[in-house]
């Protein structure tokens, strides 16, 4: 069957999922990524790659930080963006998905960067615009359900790359609310694709989805097991938004057993990193003293998270 992120030259058309795609395509984002980052990684530079494209940024579900790098990336690649709430316009009126595309299409979109609450919306868009004979319109999947989050993922393993240079020998963490988040299942694909050797999922065993041992995930319940002689610790919001009912007995109790505290921490390697997809929830999955410590790469993950991006945006639009 043919992946539908793919054209028929096997080239990226579309970035739904990193679930299917080939490490070369894995690998050219994270090289291409690599070329927007200035020396001092604290800057990315400005292109003309995309001018004179539009890009719409589709929010269906909130999302601050997201929205606001993808708006940053497009900027910087010199794109024309258009910041459309919806959740307060057309989907409140009643029109439907398809037809809000059909309508942003007609405005002469090249590419539509999607978040929606639902698993499959970003697929489905895709779908109509291939049915629709509108091949030259790029998607992203910003965000969908608990299902991917692909340039999350894809910043992940660009941060983890830059810091460990090579993904062969490492053994990663995935620490907290695994069952919610579909930045877990981002990023198993994205190490598993890359050739990580060992995953680890840690968490209590209602945040526990129960497919990890056919991704070739190692599970554990107890933390201080988890972590020991890890290279990279990646921590987990908890997702309060997409619990439904009692997992958990309070925040307190799930610091208590699962927060990243400097003891913990001193269980993995020492020159472990300790990353997060942000916003971080202090005291109840990582302690202060962690979150702002030397070993902390949050904020850098961040600025990379633009030229990740940036990276994604170009190669759809065919640079």
């Known amino acids: ?12 058309k579309h970035l739904l999922t990193i679930e299917g795609l080939p490490t070369s395509i894995v690998t050219h984002i994270l090289d291409t990524a690599s070329s927007f980052v200035s020396v001092s990684d604290r800057d990315v530079k400005k292109v003309p790659l995309m001018r004179g494209k539009s890009v719409f940024n589709l929010f269906f579900e909130n999302s601050t930080r997201t929205r606001t790098t993808f708006e940053i990336a497009s900027k910087r690649l010199s794109a024309d963006v258009i910041n459309l709430n919806i959740s307060a316009s057309s989907a409140s009126k009643g029109e439907s998905l398809l037809d809000t595309i059909d309508n942003l299409s007609a405005m002469y979109a090249d590419m539509f960067v999607v978040r929606h609450a639902q698993s499959g919306a970003p697929y489905l868009i895709a779908k109509h615009l291939t049915e629709t004979r509108q091949d030259h319109v790029h998607v992203v999947n910003a965000g969908d359900g608990r299902h991917a989050h692909p340039t999350q ?22 620490v907290g609310d695994i069952l919610h988040s579909r930045v877990a299942r981002s990023d198993i694909h994205g190490l598993t694709t890359l050739g990580v050797p060992e995953v680890r999922a840690i968490a209590p065993r209602t945040l526990l989805p129960g497919c990890l041992e056919q991704m070739g995930v190692r599970v554990f319940t107890d933390m201080n097991e988890g972590l020991k002689g890890v290279d990279v610790i990646i ?85």
Do not use: C, W
């Not at 993922?153 to 995935?174: C, E, P, Q």
């Not at 942000?278 to 030397?294: C, W």
């Open 153 to 174: 993922g894809l910043l992940d393993m660009y941060t983890i790359r830059h810091y460990k240079k090579d993904f062969s020998n490492l053994t990663v963490a995935i």
């Open 235 to 319: 921590m987990l919001r908890l997702q309060n938004e997409r619990m439904n009912g009692a997992l958990l007995p309070s925040a307190q109790a799930f610091f208590k057993s699962y927060g990243l505290t400097p003891e913990r921490l001193a269980l993995a390697k020492p020159d472990a990193i300790v990353m997060h997809p942000g916003p971080i929830n202090r005291g109840v999955e990582i302690d202060s003293a962690v979150a702002d410590g030397s070993q902390a790469v949050i904020l850098p993950q961040v600025t990379f998270g633009i030229a990740v991006r940036m990276a994604v945006m170009s190669i759809l639009a065919g640079n």
């Open 1 to 12: 069957m043919l992946n539908p992120q793919l054209n028929k030259n096997g080239e990226l």
